[in-house]
């Protein structure tokens, strides 16, 4: 499938969602993804997870495989049961064999994937998949060196 957004995905809408049950992870990935300009949802678990698909389906969504209390096999269940258009990353610690099946039943439910991120995810491997896509932004500057910047300093 190809990687990227659904037909009823607007080009303003840069929404992603991070779930995965390591905070270290999530905060990491959302905290570079909101650098570039992106909007960003973080979840633990899959229920509230899916229940923010249904109220805003985000475009990109970066998904553990190996969720403690819920499985990323509920997740994609959920998402193709929806008919979520976007793209989905699998997040592994070096699993191939359960990140290769997982994305098999991703498949047979209609979701559409980009490349797998191995753990420890990098911030390039972050960057390089929204920049595929076309949803990154320049990485946000502190706003005393915007200033400094506009002042010719």
């Given at each position: 499938?190809?990687?990227?957004?659904?037909?009823?995905?607007?080009?303003?809408?840069?929404l992603?969602?991070v779930?995965?049950?390591d905070?270290?992870?999530?905060?990491?990935?959302?905290?570079?993804?909101?650098?570039?300009g992106?909007?960003?949802?973080?979840?633990?678990t899959?229920?509230?997870?899916?229940?923010?698909?249904?109220?805003a389906?985000?475009?990109?969504?970066?998904?553990?495989?190996?969720?403690?209390?819920?499985?990323?096999?509920d997740?994609?269940?959920?998402?193709?049961?929806?008919?979520?258009?976007?793209?989905?990353?699998?997040?592994?610690?070096?699993?191939?064999?359960?990140?290769?099946?997982?994305?098999?039943?991703?498949?047979?439910?209609?979701?559409?994937?980009?490349?797998?991120?191995?753990?420890?995810?990098?911030?390039?491997?972050?960057?390089?998949?929204?920049?595929?896509?076309?949803?990154?932004?320049?990485?946000?500057?502190?706003?005393?060196?915007a200033?400094?910047d506009?002042k010719?300093?």
């Amino acid at each position: 499938m190809l990687e990227t957004p659904g037909a009823c995905v607007a080009a303003d809408q840069h929404l992603a969602f991070v779930i995965d049950d390591d905070p270290r992870v999530y905060e990491f990935v959302a905290a570079t993804l909101a650098a570039h300009g992106m909007k960003v949802a973080s979840f633990q678990t899959a229920k509230p997870a899916l229940a923010a698909v249904d109220d805003a389906p985000p475009v990109v969504i970066f998904l553990d495989v190996a969720l403690l209390q819920s499985d990323a096999i509920d997740v994609l269940n959920g998402l193709g049961k929806r008919g979520y258009r976007g793209v989905v990353h699998l997040m592994s610690g070096g699993r191939v064999a359960l990140l290769e099946a997982v994305q098999r039943l991703g498949v047979r439910n209609g979701v559409t994937f980009g490349a797998p991120l191995m753990k420890p995810v990098s911030r390039d491997d972050v960057v390089d998949v929204i920049t595929r896509m076309g949803l990154s932004s320049p990485p946000l500057q502190p706003e005393s060196v915007a200033v400094a910047d506009a002042k010719g300093r």
